[in-house]
């Protein structure tokens, strides 16, 4: 599988704003979906990065500090966040998620912000 408009939207955005932005991505670049939940109010995409060497700071992503970015829809009246997981220097996992509402079936009329 690969990764879907919105999760590259998000993956951009998130890499647009952090100091890692670069290598975040060039793993993007070579991401592999392994696995897509949807929760009803979101969705956690895992994936796999083969064939890039270079490796996140790991100084840079602190729990209490996971790159997040938000997203405005026109059918939910809250938004929704997204928050990206790193493993050993990788990006692993995005997860998104609104505040209780049903995910919206149009994903492309999200509007990601940092």
């Known amino acids: 599988m690969k990764l879907s408009d919105l999760e590259k939207k998000v993956l951009f955005?998130?890499?647009d704003n952090?100091?890692?932005g670069r290598i975040i991505k060039a793993q993007v670049a070579q991401a592999k979906v392994d696995q897509r939940d949807y929760t009803g109010v979101g969705f956690r995409t895992y994936f796999t990065v083969d064939t890039v060497r270079r490796h996140l700071n790991k100084a840079l992503w602190k729990t209490k500090d996971m790159p997040k970015a938000y997203g405005e829809h026109p059918d939910l009246s809250a938004g929704a966040?997204?928050?990206l997981l790193l493993a050993d220097g990788f990006i692993s996992c995005l997860e998104g998620q609104t505040n209780g509402e049903d995910w919206p079936r149009d994903e492309a009329k999200f509007k990601i912000k940092a």
Do not use: Q, R
Request: aromatic share 12%; glycine share 0%; no cysteine.
């Open 81 to 83: 966040s997204f928050v």
């Open 13 to 15: 955005t998130i890499a």
């Open 18 to 20: 952090h100091a890692d």
